[in-house]
């Protein structure tokens, strides 16, 4: 099984609410990854969990709350975002050791903040 | 010096035509660098990669090629078919971390449009 799964597809938030994107995978991989990416952008890294621990944290505002729950699941919890917030958020997975570990992507959640 | 510049922003060729894309990077000490097709409305997946000790990299009809001294790569799509038509992202893994995880640098990513 090479596939990460997102959950949901798309999600439609005012600005004070408070929602939650999942993100799961069964390769075994240790390392997991979140990105948002704007429309005819590329990726933009926000945050990197290795072993279930933070590793990077992109200067990401404090409205996006990462957390590892457990070596296959992957959550961001969403709080007060404004609409600028709006964009395609994808989760990746890799390997955690050992040299050019390919990321797997996952087919993203398309935010919308009203 | 963390960027990698990814050029042209959009192309058309016809059927069977060999679509290259290029890109360009300034810091040295990226040692990785994976090309990333995405499709509308799905994420990116890894297409092909290649390291700097390696000039070029064939896998079916995609081949990069590498030039370390001038610090530029570019992904040919021979044989291009409609079903290629997508965005294309370069990549360059940036910095070394003792987890073994990826930093990856993108570039602004290439739309392209096979015509049949």
């Known amino acids: 099984d090479t596939e990460v799964t997102q959950t949901p597809k798309h999600l439609v938030m005012g600005m004070t609410n408070k929602k939650s994107l999942k993100c799961e995978q069964h390769m075994g991989h240790r390392a997991m990854y979140w990105y948002k990416q704007k429309a005819k952008k590329p990726p933009e890294l926000m945050f990197v969990?290795?072993?279930?621990?933070?590793?990077i944290n992109e200067s990401v505002p404090s409205r996006f709350s990462p957390e590892c729950p457990n070596s296959s699941l992957l959550n961001l919890h969403l709080h007060a975002l404004q609409p600028e917030d709006s964009a395609l958020y994808l989760c990746?997975?890799?390997?955690?050791?050992?040299?050019?570990?390919?990321?797997?992507f996952g087919p993203g959640t398309r935010l919308t903040v009203l | 010096q963390q960027q990698v510049k990814q050029s042209p922003q959009s192309l058309i060729v016809q059927k069977g035509g060999i679509p290259i894309i290029n890109c360009a990077y300034e810091n040295t000490a990226f040692d990785y660098f994976p090309w990333y097709q995405q499709f509308p409305g799905k994420g990116p997946a890894l297409l092909i990669a290649i390291r700097p000790d390696v000039s070029e990299k064939k896998e079916g009809r995609f081949t990069i090629s590498f030039n370390k001294s001038a610090k530029q790569f570019s992904l040919h799509i021979m044989d291009s078919q409609p079903g290629d038509s997508a965005t294309y992202f370069c990549a360059a893994r940036g910095g070394t971390f003792s987890g073994g995880y990826n930093k990856l640098i993108f570039g602004a990513g290439t739309r392209l449009a096979v015509h049949p």
């Open positions: 969990y290795s072993y279930e621990k933070l590793s």
């Open positions: 990746a997975s890799s390997q955690a050791t050992g040299s050019y570990n390919e990321q797997f």
